[in-house]
Structure formats: C-alpha cells, structure tokens
C-alpha cells in the first residue's frame, strides 16, 4: 500500500514538472487585427516548435466600433496622482519594458490608405510616415529579439481620407515575464524603502 501510494506521488511531481518546464518554455501571444470599424483581439499561450509555431487561444474579443452621440462635457474631479507616483510609475514601467524588450517578437502587417485631399501635401505626409516607418523597424530590430512592420501604404491625391486594415502579433515568453516581473517588484520595494529611510530621517 506505502509502495503504490509513493509510486502516485513520484507520478504526479514527475506530472507536476514536466507542467512547470512546459509552462516556463510558452510564451504569451497577442493579435490584434483592426479592420475598418472592427476590432478583433485574441489572447492565449503558444510553444517554438523548431520553425512552428503552436499556438492554443484562451480569450478572444470581438468588437464592432460605433459612433456615440455628442454629450455635454462635465468638469471632474482629480485623479489624486502626484507628481512622485507618477514618477516612480515611469521608473517601473522603464525597468520592466528593459527586462522584458529584448526578448519579444512582434510582427506588423498593415494596409493603410490615406489622403488629405491635396496632392502636395498628401506628397508630404507620404514621405514623413516612410521615414518614421524605418526609425521603428530600425529601433525594433536593435530592441526586440525579433520585429519587423510590413506596411503597405496607398496615397489618395484628390481625396480626403484614412483607411487602415492592421494586424498585429506579439510573442511574450513566459519565462522573462516572470523575471521582468520579479525584477520590477524588488526595484519597487526599493524605492519604498529608500522613502521610508529618508522620512524618517
């Protein structure tokens, strides 16, 4: 009887660790679509296998957008952040957004067609969004394990309009999210202690 229950339990650690290794090896994954006035967005955990990608959705979101009617603004009251929380927030979001960028992948694909109704401006803006386009993809290559936006781009030269058809995905390991978490949370018992001491001093 001891025999057949200590067999159970080295079954279930062995069941229990494999869990964990698998769990630790996914990674998180985002996508993002948003296609004239719809917006769809799925969540879930997916596994590198070799040069596959298995994917298992959790979550999925689906939203047509409407326009509201006008309302008639009302005053409100103060959120009551002070300027040092909203220091200390920035400080954690640059600690956890250096932790976990280097090992992110994401991948970009848009349709964008856009047009301000004059030929030379439209001309402009043209080549503005180019020139940002490849300040992102430079700054995605050299911060992320792996990104990149393929953006198809239409002018309209005689037609004021903007229309995009975006779809994008992000892969977040599992692994590095814990520690970028854990990583943000000691910095953050940091700074509370350090308040601490120079309050009581």
Not at 17 to 22: H, N, S
Not at 142 to 150: C, E, F, S, V
Not at 176 to 197: E, G, M
Request: net charge positive; with cysteine; aromatic share 12%.
């Amino acid at each position: 009887m001891v025999e057949g229950e200590t067999m159970v339990f080295n079954l279930f650690l062995i069941f229990f660790v494999w869990l964990l290794i698998l769990f630790l090896m996914s990674s998180f994954w985002l996508e993002l679509v948003i296609e004239k006035s719809t917006i769809k967005l799925r969540l879930g955990i997916g596994w590198q296998c070799f040069r596959r990608r298995i994917k298992i959705p959790v979550y999925y979101f689906h939203h047509r957008v409407t326009r509201l009617p006008k309302r008639a603004t009302t005053q409100t009251s103060a959120t009551g952040l002070t300027m040092s929380s909203l220091v200390n927030l920035s400080r954690l979001s640059r600690i956890f957004l250096q932790s976990i960028l280097p090992h992110v992948t994401m991948h970009v694909q848009a349709a964008v067609t856009v047009g301000t109704g004059d030929a030379a401006v439209t001309g402009l803006l043209i080549g503005i969004i180019w020139q940002l386009l490849g300040f992102v993809n430079a700054f995605m290559q050299t911060a992320l394990t792996a990104g990149h936006i393929d953006l198809k781009l239409k002018p309209e030269f005689n037609v004021a309009c903007l229309e995009a058809n975006i779809r994008c995905i992000v892969f977040l390991p599992m692994f590095h999210i814990i520690t970028a978490t854990v990583q943000t949370i000691k910095y953050w018992f940091r700074i509370r202690s350090d308040l601490y001491q120079g309050g009581k001093k």
